[in-house]
C-alpha cells in the first residue's frame, strides 16, 4: 500500500489500532462546502448526501461533521447563520422570554415585600 492509499484509508475509515483519522478537504472541496453552507447551514439528510456525492472521495459523516464544526466555529465567533436569525435586538426568543420572567419574578418580589403597591402593567 502506498502512502497516499494508506492516507485516504486512514482519512475515511479506521487505522491501524481502530482509531479514526483526520479527514484532508481540498480547497476546492472546501468551496463548495462553504457555498452549500452559505445557502444552508443545516442541510437534510438528502442534501448531505447529495453533497457527498459531489465531493469524490469524501464519506457523508465527513460531510455532517464539517456542518458542526462549520457551525460551532461561526457560533464561537459571534457570527450567525441565516436560519439563527433572531429578533432586531439581537436577542434570541428565549433570551427574551427569559428577561422577561425575570422581570416579573423581580416585579413581584417587591410587592410581596410592600415596596410597591401595584403589579405595574
Not at 12 to 36: C, H, K, N, W
Not at 60 to 76: I, T, Y
Amino acid at each position: 500500500m502506498d502512502v497516499a492509499t494508506a492516507a485516504l484509508t486512514e482519512a475515511a475509515g479506521e487505522g491501524q489500532f481502530g482509531l479514526r483519522g483526520r479527514a484532508v478537504i481540498s480547497r476546492q472541496q472546501r468551496q463548495l462546502l462553504e457555498t452549500v453552507y452559505t445557502r444552508n447551514p443545516r442541510p437534510s439528510t438528502a442534501d448531505l448526501d447529495r453533497v457527498a456525492a459531489q465531493l469524490t472521495g469524501v464519506p457523508r459523516r465527513v460531510v455532517r461533521v464539517w456542518f458542526q464544526n462549520k457551525r460551532a466555529r461561526d457560533r464561537r465567533r459571534g457570527r450567525r447563520s441565516p436560519s439563527e436569525s433572531s429578533t432586531s435586538s439581537g436577542k434570541t426568543p428565549v433570551t427574551l422570554l427569559f428577561s422577561n420572567i425575570n422581570y416579573y419574578v423581580i416585579r413581584f418580589k417587591d410587592c410581596l415585600l410592600n415596596r410597591v403597591r401595584t403589579i405595574p402593567q
